[in-house]
């Protein structure tokens, strides 16, 4: 006696049987694509290098794989194959011109199979595919990153790295075909000349010659023309703050600046911004190695915040970017999770002293108390003024003081640094001077230090830079600290934002009394990357003035995209940069925002 329901096996047999037909879901179809590219990209390129590998069981599924234009031609397969591993990763990202790369290829890989290997399960497949990619070509709508002219260089460097590690595989690959035994020396340079199609000094028996010459053509060719076109495509820059949108912008931190300490630094020049809808609420953010990173909270009105959040994602959506925030507070955390989905997590806390508090005064600032007393019995002492009441040579002699006291190449900073000392729209920004009367005055006279700091509304200030002079006494950054501190209620401070410590909270509680084993590992694999990272002295630094601690957070969309979000905050902080040659880097003689927000602002005009 059958214990199933009459009927039912045929009906799942047959509901298996339409979803087969129906095809994969079309949120699928971009990261198939790519993985069939990837599998047939990485075996052509076994093909072109190795010659048994050609003739294996294994590369017999290549010849029916979409793509795959056979080992007739090892030079053929070997750029193929680099070329498909490339459009995999703008497949899997949505990109609408790897799409169109693949409509391209996929019939002519198909007219090659059936002309020169007469594949006909391998035309079918390809077919079969590129009749996937027309039916959803919806799913590949993703508009281009913003791009100069340093990807040209970065493409040289590592295809042609990896075109000489693979032109000496394919140069040592064939045994018994090598006349004599040639050294790395010898087959390193016939990797070079080969790459510039010139014979080397390796000598073969047979047509093996012709097959190594011809592949070595290949990847040189393949350099060659990939940078060229890298170096001379269109640009499509990233976008800037324009004079309107710094207008806007100021106009909302007239408002609602006090709300958040990091508010002002969405008006560096080298970010995009986003509107709601209404107007009352901006997202400002960069776009970094295709990530879209905002920081700090919204810009406006919080009720406005969704609108503006919202324009944010579909900005990211439209570009296949990875949407990330830095730095957001609590408050901002919980609108950004709420209205999006995504997942937030604490990055550290943000140091916050209330002047109203702030004394040197009792036994835990004994430290900072005799350290500031030492410093001024030694001839310094300390100005706190707004920018505006600046002179224009000393604002000049800070300018440049400022710059030759960076300790690297490149400015840092991007979620919590302006960029920027002296702008006449800054006026309002705070500076703290210390000076020392030298009988041998250095080049910026009795200037020893300098502290900048941005405005936190009408009565707050956040903390943007730091920089002295080496050769002064140290405890510079401490005394003026402090001066700010004394001299903030006459100047309408309440507040003061500092530093911002990451993992914070994992460095305090790792150092008690009872802390765990994890903890404790934790704790010390954060003192050991202080070595090359400001982690731990941060957050002593910023203990020292015994400050409020407010969290902070980095919210994302889902755990795998954490490192390659790391690693964009990084490169825009400035702690990852590339140095490219002048004729490579872009011009920034005109800010001008994206080609479509431009479009956009056009229809809300007209």
Sequence with gaps: MSGGVPGSEERHRDSRLRRILRGPRPEAVPVLVARACTLVGLLNVAAGVFPRFRYSRMHAIAEVLPGALGPFAAALALSSGILLLLLAHGLRRHKRRAWRAAVVLLPAGAVAQFAYRHSVIGVLISLALLALLLRHRSEFTALPDPRSRWRALANFVLLGAGSILLGLVIVSVHPGKVIGDPSITERLEHVLYGLFGFEGPVAYSGNTSWTVGFSLGALGMLTALTTIYLAFRPEHPAARLTEDDETRL?????????????????????????????????????????????????????????????????????????????????????????????????????????????????????????????????????????????????????????????????????????????????????IATAHKADEEAGPYGDLKAVLHFVPWGKDGVSLDLMRRDRAADPGMNELLIVAALQAAPKLGITRMSLNFAMFRAALARGEKLGAGPVLRAWRGLLVFLSRWFQIESLYKFNAKFRPRWEPRFVVYRSSKDLPRIGFAAMQAEGFVTFALPRFLRRSTAQRRPCPHQSAEREMQAA
């Design 250 to 430: 100021r106009a909302l931190l007239d408002k609602h600046g006090g709300r958040d300490s990091l508010g002002h630094f969405a008006l560096r020049r080298d970010k995009g911004v986003v509107f709601s809808p209404s107007g009352k609420a901006a997202v400002t953010y960069r776009v970094v190695s295709g990530v879209m990173l905002a920081s700090g909270d919204p810009i406006g009105d919080v009720e406005a915040w969704p609108g503006a959040i919202e324009r944010f994602m579909d900005e990211a959506k439209a570009h296949s970017w990875t949407p990330a925030v830095m730095g957001c507070s609590e408050t901002g955390g919980e609108v950004w999770t709420r209205e999006t989905g995504l997942d937030a997590l604490e990055l550290g806390d943000e140091a916050v002293v209330d002047v109203a508090d702030f004394s040197l005064s009792g036994r835990a600032m004994r430290n900072v108390r005799q350290m500031v007393k030492r410093i001024e019995r030694n001839g310094y002492e300390t100005r706190v003024r707004r920018i505006r009441d600046l002179g224009e040579q000393e604002l000049a002699k800070i300018q440049r003081a400022a710059d030759d006291w960076r300790g690297t190449d490149t400015e840092r900073g991007f979620s919590m640094a302006l960029g920027r000392i002296g702008d006449p729209n800054d006026g309002d920004c705070l």
